[in-house]
């Protein structure tokens, strides 16, 4: 599912027109792409948890030359599916 069928899919869900439902899920996209960028996590109970994760910096190899490449530490998002998301994924 792309993010036009999921605007169309709410829309069919809610009665809502496909232009109002793409503003809902723009904002809720904005609002959680928001506070993990400012260092929250953002908890939706039975979907799963948006957070970050530390990554150390560290030597890696360029496969090219197998020369030692220093890599910079960096922050990344993490996912971690809830219960619910993980039980519905069991049942396919």
Request: one cysteine or more.
């Amino acid at each position: 599912m792309n993010k036009q069928e999921l605007i169309k899919k709410v829309s069919d869900e809610t009665g809502l027109s496909k232009r109002e439902a793409a503003a809902a899920i723009e904002e809720t996209f904005a609002a959680i792409i928001g506070a993990v960028a400012a260092g929250d996590t953002v908890n939706i109970t039975g979907f799963g948890i948006f957070d970050t994760k530390k990554r150390p910096a560290h030597t890696g190899v360029n496969p090219r030359t197998r020369e030692p490449v220093e890599v910079p530490a960096k922050i990344i998002p993490l996912f971690k599916a809830g219960k619910t998301l993980r039980d519905a994924c069991e049942k396919e």
